[in-house]
Nanobody, 127 residues
Framework: QVQLVESGGGSVQAGGSLRLSCVAS??????????MAWFRQAPGKEREAVAY???????LYTESVKGRFTISQDNAKNTLYLQMNSLTPEDTAVYYC???????????????????WGQGTQVTVSS
């Protein structure tokens, strides 16, 4: 059974940094050729894609986080990361890790693409 467990959320002031982690289990992370992503959902808003990673491909980011967020993974630890710098109050949301295993779904930024989701971790940025 595939499971994704996020951690690392918290409360920070504007300009601060956080690093989110997502530990995957239930499949062979390093050999899966999976597609991984971070999404976020702010109160009253739709869940939106933030960053995407597929092994041997360049990461992709939504425009609002380019230059501030970095997605990465450590295959030895079965873990996906999201390093978030220069945080602003607009980054406040629940952040979710998502995985798409072969056969693949659709666009990286579409919620429907991903087969598995974590429970989410809250990020709150104060001004």
């Amino acid at each position: 059974q595939v499971q994704l467990v996020e951690s690392g959320g918290g409360s920070v002031q504007a300009g601060g940094s956080l690093r989110l982690s997502c530990v995957a289990s239930g499949y062979t992370y390093s050999n899966s050729n999976h597609r991984m992503a971070w999404f976020r959902q702010a109160p009253g808003k739709e869940r939106e894609a933030v960053a995407y990673l597929r092994t041997f491909s360049a990461p992709l980011y939504t425009e609002s986080v380019k230059g501030r967020f970095t997605i990465s993974q450590d295959n030895a630890k079965n873990t996906l990361y999201l390093q978030m710098n220069s945080l602003t109050p607009e980054d406040t949301a629940v952040y979710y890790c998502a995985a798409d295993l072969p056969p693949y779904g659709g666009s990286w930024y579409s919620r429907d693409t991903y087969d598995y989701w974590g429970q989410g971790t809250q990020v709150t940025v104060s001004s």
